[in-house]
């Protein structure tokens, strides 16, 4: 997906809010921007993408860099993540208990060989918050912090099946979902059958609906209430996930996404339902 936005998404995002907080929203924006776009960035990249002037993504930056949130390469004037930035996420990483939950992904990866993320809901979105990449030669590239439609997805599927809020956000949805891939589900009332499925089963699956070519397996990670706000996710080159091996990965996932529930007991706090 893209990362550009509409000055009156990035805005939006602000909320319709106190005084002050679309220059924090804009902020929030531009470090977002960093993690969409994996290296460093280039003042006229942020103003692009987030449809800023020149002057107010500048006064931005230096304003991020004064406080260490990001730093300046003197030789190519371009902007990369700084030390306060690097400081905040191992001490988010820490504080979720996300530390402890990458021996588990790393176990997996040893299992299968494939790739294995943990991904959490963000409004409409599944997003990659930790990821172990198959060392295979033939595999998937991804980056942490990448986003997709929760419908097209595992782990967007996995954590609706078992979202609070399913019913309306499948509601709220258009009567035709656009199309991620050709093989991508696109009628509402199809995916509520498979959201029922997957709660019967225990696990989702995307058969190439997000990238053609790929396959995934998806397990939710559970609250004590049931609800699920993270995903636990194998992912691998349809030629070597065969339906057979999907199924098969699915219930050997179980166990794993139990003891991530457990491990981060707090992991309610990683996931942002969709904004009625």
């Known amino acids: ?5 509409t000055r009156s998404e990035v805005d939006a995002r602000a909320g319709a809010a106190p005084m002050g907080t679309q ?10 921007l960093f993690i969409d776009m994996k290296g460093d960035v280039r003042l006229h990249q942020v103003a692009e993408h987030l449809n800023l002037s020149t002057g107010t993504a500048h006064r931005i930056l230096r304003a991020l860099a004064a406080e260490g949130y990001v730093a300046q390469n003197p030789t190519t004037d371009s902007y990369y993540l700084g030390s306060r930035a690097v400081l905040l996420g191992q001490a988010a990483q820490q504080a979720l208990g996300l530390d402890k939950a990458l021996p588990v992904l790393e176990e997996i990866n040893a299992a299968t060989e494939e790739s294995v993320n943990l991904a959490v809901r963000e409004a409409g979105e599944s997003v990659v918050f ?9 595999r998937f590239e991804q980056h942490v912090g990448a986003r997709f439609p929760l419908y097209s997805t595992a782990s967007g599927k996995a954590m609706l099946a078992h979202a609070a809020d399913a019913e309306d956000f499948v509601a709220s949805l258009p009567a035709e979902l656009p199309a ?27 058969d190439e609906e997000n990238v053609l070519g790929v396959r995934c397996v998806g397990v939710p990670v ?27 990965l699915g219930r050997y996932l179980a166990e794993p996404a139990r003891k991530i529930s457990r491990l981060i007991p707090v992991h309610h706090s990683l996931s942002r339902p969709a904004t009625p």
Not at 23 to 32: D, F, Y
Not at 189 to 206: A, N
């Open 23 to 32: 220059a924090i929203g804009r902020a929030m924006a531009v470090l977002r």
């Open 222 to 248: 559970l609250d004590d209430a049931g609800n699920a706000h993270a995903a636990l996710v194998v992912q691998a080159p349809a030629v070597r996930m065969p339906r057979d091996r999907m199924h098969e």
């Open 1 to 5: 997906m893209s990362s550009r936005a």
């Open 180 to 206: 991620v891939t050709a093989k991508t589900l696109r009628d509402p009332d199809k995916l509520v059958k498979e959201l029922k499925s997957i709660r019967q089963r225990g696990y989702s699956l995307d």
């Open 130 to 138: 930790i990821r172990v990449q198959c060392t295979l030669p033939l």
